[in-house]
């Protein structure tokens, strides 16, 4: 899922912020089978505007160990924050804090418009040593706590290449940390740069459990994306504790499976109760859920009927709905949740080309997704099959991050030993 909701689509938008999220649907025949339907789900989030921002108390947690030397790493961690640094104004509050084999703070509290004194606290890290990052988080926490804002952005924003491997290396005494602090109101965001240690899996998890965002910073342009383009869902989140349930029709589907989202799944009673964690969603943020169905009088079903729930599926009769959407969020500072509920309709399904543009391109993106990990029920679905419908579905592309998948996909196909090769459409 992180590959489908890696870009943004063009979704129906919230009224207003009072209920922050528009939820729409779309359903039609899966790309890859023809006897399946693919049924998008996708979540607008209201988008803040810039000048609408809360003020943010924003602390830098950035790893200079001896293996952030090469230029991917701390050289491009410098530049990223920049970035992000030259969009601030005087109602922020930025620090820094370093780790290494020991951990310190290399800038106190200053207000986002002193520009010079920030970049100059950047530009001065070097790499070398070993990795505290324990020690780090809890320095930076302090910092966060120092330079509170009621009412505000408060978050730590650790930059770094991978483990933690020196002072408190336990997975759940680092948890607990962060959970400590994301109930005093200090979230965490996590930024990956570099390769080879990198704990991709790690940093997912304590931004979790932060109420944080994570993302993997390859190039200056994909930090642009992330701090710049997107800086307002970076920092503020919308809303806390976001669940989606889907209930299907069982009367009409008789298989349904959801494409990624293993590391996401919830427990059918967790979906009610309020004290489960779940993720945060960032203003402007769009969240896209694909499942594939077979339906009841499907030929393509991949398991035997069950003897009874046929019979229990038989006396529910026929049905105009497909599937039922269940949303339930918190309000940022809220204990709460609040529900939104839509229903998909049979007559919804439509033919692969009068699909829209959004659904068809995240088709695409899903399909790779699934070739690249052997492709066990795309058939003989290829590469070249998804560059068609990725081309026809492009849509406006202001930042060239689909013409990039384009490129991603036909440099995948060129390193396959699949046969046939994908056209230069």
């Keep these: 899922e992180e590959l489908i909701n890696y870009f943004a689509y063009d979704y129906p938008v919230p009224r207003n912020k009072d209920v922050p999220f528009a939820v729409s649907t779309e359903a039609t025949v899966a790309p890859w089978n023809q006897d399946r339907v693919l049924l998008r789900i996708g979540i607008k989030a209201y988008d803040v505007p810039v000048e609408e921002r809360l003020a943010a108390n924003l602390v830098f947690l950035v790893d200079v ?245 046929e019979k229990a599926a038989a006396n529910l009769g026929s049905s105009s709905e497909l599937a039922f959407v269940r949303l339930r969020y918190k309000a940022p500072d809220g204990n709460q949740s609040r529900l939104i509920e839509q229903s998909v309709q049979v007559s919804s399904i439509a033919p692969l080309d009068m699909a829209g543009n959004e659904f068809r391109f995240a088709a695409a993106v899903a399909a790779f997704g699934q070739l690249l990990k052997g492709g066990t029920y795309v058939g003989e679905y290829g590469f070249a099959d998804v560059v068609e419908l990725a081309v026809g579905s492009r849509g406006a592309d202001p930042f060239g991050y689909r013409g990039e998948f384009l490129g991603l996909v036909r440099l995948a196909d060129s390193l396959s030993p699949q046969t046939p090769r994908v056209s230069k459409q």
Excluded at 181 to 190: A, E, M, P, V
């Design 65 to 309: 160990s001896g293996s952030m030397h090469s230029s991917d790493k701390l050289p491009l961690l410098k530049n990223a924050l920049k970035l992000l640094t030259r969009q601030l104004t005087d109602k922020d509050r930025v620090s820094m804090v370093v780790y290494a084999g020991s951990s310190g703070v290399v800038l106190e509290p200053t207000a986002g418009d002193e520009q010079a004194m920030i970049l100059r606290a950047l530009e001065q890290l070097q790499a070398g040593g070993s990795t505290n990052g324990a020690s780090g988080i809890r320095l930076a926490y302090q910092m966060a706590e120092q330079a509170f804002i009621d009412g505000g952005i408060n978050r730590v924003m650790l930059a770094t290449d991978g483990d933690f491997n020196v002072g408190t290396v336990d997975f759940e005494a680092l948890i607990d940390i962060v959970e400590r602090h994301r109930n005093k109101g200090i979230s965490l965001t996590t930024l990956g740069f570099g390769a080879g240690n990198y704990n991709d899996h790690l940093m997912e998890q304590l931004a979790d459990a932060g109420n944080g965002n994570h993302a993997y910073i390859d190039t200056l342009n994909e930090g642009r994306k992330v701090l710049v383009e997107q800086m307002t869902g970076t920092l503020q989140t919308i809303a806390k504790d976001v669940k989606i349930q889907v209930e299907f029709n069982p009367s009409v589907v008789a298989e349904y499976r959801l494409i990624g989202y293993e590391n996401r799944m919830l427990r059918r009673e967790d979906f009610n109760n309020d004290k489960i964690d779940a993720g945060e969603i960032g203003a402007g943020h769009t969240v896209t859920a694909l499942y594939e169905l077979a339906l009841a009088n499907s030929d393509s079903r991949l398991i035997d009927p069950l003897r009874y729930a």
